[in-house]
């Protein structure tokens, strides 16, 4: 007999696929990793398992540890709420997620759906004027719209978990787990392609797939002769960019956050490095590019009409990148990406999906 105990044990060991169709001539392969085909939809799963198991074993930045039967809190915008949703399902642990806020003011319902699918209490984050005065919201917001609400978000966990003992914030921007879970897809490219990788990237949000796929190739004695990072145009919130395609010295962490945290009194993000912090100090990736909404949704299209992959506009900006590279290095190389997650949670959003990084 062969079958498993839990759906947490059907994460991860994903197809690798090559994308031979939209190979041009003369380019080098392009392979995408499939992970839309983890159980909740998206590469996420791998970090919201790891994020957990951290929390059972109490290796949290508080030391606090998830009891049976405790809450896990998060915000989330994209992916990392259905993860963590069917994980606490399959561990029998409450979950507490609060989404951005600006997710309902426009309408993008599917993942709010996804996520209520699995059980867990499901709300939209506080108003920013609970932390912040209107002129602080108005000098701040400047920066970046949306991360008001991201860090509102980040405010109303820290007070949750600091109500409950029995609960635990997982942070996902900060979580060591979220970078260390998602290892394992580099181990399982290593092993796909028998070590022989020659460039690898994927879309950047908190920054744990990314820092995670270099880590597992280090692990495993390997650096690509190019490792890239993906952004929605507009939309660096983590980073500074000085143009749509950057190398090392062009591209910057960024820490406007900061400027918020300090405003809010969130301390655990002043007192912490950010994956994406970490990872630009540990030199990577070697470079960043910039895609553009109509860039994303086209190849997406393409990938979904053409290659019959069910994914979203994260995943169509990974495959616009690596061809992109594929041209550049030519025949005889390999270059790697992931197909982020499944496109039913863009639905609401169609024809003007967005990335879900």
């Given at each position: 007999?062969?079958?498993?105990?839990?759906?947490?044990?059907?994460?991860?060991?994903?197809?690798?696929?090559?994308?031979?169709?939209?190979?041009?001539?003369g380019?080098?392969?392009?392979?995408?990793k499939?992970?839309?085909?983890?159980?909740?939809?998206?590469?996420?799963d791998?970090?919201?398992?790891?994020?957990?198991?951290?929390?059972?074993?109490?290796d949290?930045?508080?030391?606090?540890?998830?009891?049976?039967?405790?809450?896990?809190?998060?915000?989330?915008?994209?992916?990392?709420?259905?993860?963590?949703a069917?994980?606490?399902?399959?561990?029998?642990?409450?979950?507490?997620?609060?989404?951005?806020?600006?997710?309902?003011?426009?309408?993008?319902?599917?993942?709010?759906?996804?996520?209520?699918?699995?059980?867990?209490?499901?709300?939209?984050?506080?108003?920013?004027?609970?932390?912040?005065?209107?002129?602080?919201?108005?000098?701040?917001?400047?920066?970046?719209?949306?991360?008001?609400h991201?860090?509102?978000?980040?405010?109303?966990?820290?007070?949750?978990?600091?109500?409950?003992?029995?609960?635990?914030?997982?942070?996902?921007?900060?979580?060591?787990?979220?970078?260390?879970?998602?290892?394992?897809?580099?181990?399982?490219?290593?092993?796909?392609?028998?070590?022989?990788?020659?460039?690898?990237?994927?879309?950047?949000?908190?920054?744990?797939?990314?820092?995670?796929?270099?880590l597992?190739?280090?692990?495993?004695?390997?650096?690509?002769?190019?490792?890239f990072?993906?952004?929605?145009s507009?939309?660096?919130?983590?980073?500074?960019?000085?143009?749509?395609?950057?190398?090392?010295?062009?591209?910057?962490?960024?820490?406007?956050?900061?400027?918020?945290?300090?405003?809010?009194?969130?301390?655990?993000?002043?007192?912490?490095?950010?994956?994406?912090?970490?990872?630009?100090?540990?030199?990577?990736?070697?470079?960043?590019?910039?895609?553009?909404?109509?860039?994303?949704r086209?190849?997406?299209?393409?990938?979904?009409?053409?290659?019959?992959?069910?994914?979203?506009?994260?995943?169509?900006?990974?495959?616009?990148?690596?061809?992109?590279?594929?041209?550049?290095?030519?025949?005889?190389?390999?270059?790697?990406?992931?197909?982020?997650?499944?496109?039913?949670?863009?639905?609401?959003?169609?024809?003007?999906?967005?990335?879900?990084?």
């Amino acid at each position: 007999m062969d079958y498993i105990e839990s759906i947490t044990e059907a994460i991860g060991k994903t197809p690798l696929l090559k994308l031979s169709k939209l190979l041009p001539a003369g380019s080098a392969d392009v392979f995408v990793k499939l992970e839309n085909l983890n159980p909740s939809g998206s590469y996420k799963d791998r970090m919201a398992l790891a994020m957990v198991e951290g929390a059972e074993r109490g290796d949290t930045w508080n030391g606090r540890k998830l009891p049976a039967g405790g809450m896990v809190v998060e915000a989330s915008a994209g992916n990392t709420a259905p993860a963590l949703a069917m994980v606490c399902a399959a561990k029998g642990y409450k979950a507490h997620f609060m989404l951005y806020r600006y997710m309902f003011e426009k309408g993008d319902d599917a993942r709010m759906l996804i996520t209520k699918a699995y059980g867990p209490e499901v709300e939209p984050t506080s108003d920013p004027l609970k932390y912040l005065t209107a002129e602080q919201i108005e000098l701040l917001k400047e920066d970046e719209p949306d991360l008001i609400h991201v860090m509102t978000g980040k405010m109303d966990c820290s007070l949750l978990e600091a109500a409950d003992p029995a609960s635990v914030w997982v942070d996902q921007i900060y979580n060591k787990y979220n970078y260390l879970g998602q290892k394992a897809i580099a181990y399982e490219v290593y092993e796909q392609l028998d070590g022989k990788v020659d460039a690898i990237g994927c879309s950047v949000g908190a920054g744990g797939s990314l820092y995670g796929l270099c880590l597992g190739l280090k692990d495993k004695g390997l650096r690509p002769g190019v490792i890239f990072g993906v952004v929605p145009s507009g939309s660096e919130v983590y980073l500074d960019l000085k143009k749509d395609e950057c190398t090392r010295a062009e591209f910057a962490y960024s820490d406007r956050n900061s400027k918020i945290s300090t405003a809010m009194g969130l301390e655990k993000w002043l007192q912490e490095k950010s994956i994406i912090q970490q990872m630009v100090e540990a030199g990577y990736p070697d470079m960043f590019f910039r895609v553009t909404a109509q860039e994303a949704r086209d190849m997406a299209n393409r990938l979904c009409q053409e290659l019959g992959i069910y994914c979203g506009m994260s995943s169509g900006a990974n495959v616009v990148i690596a061809l992109r590279m594929a041209q550049r290095l030519g025949q005889g190389k390999n270059v790697v990406t992931t197909i982020v997650d499944r496109r039913d949670r863009h639905m609401f959003e169609i024809p003007k999906e967005k990335y879900a990084v």
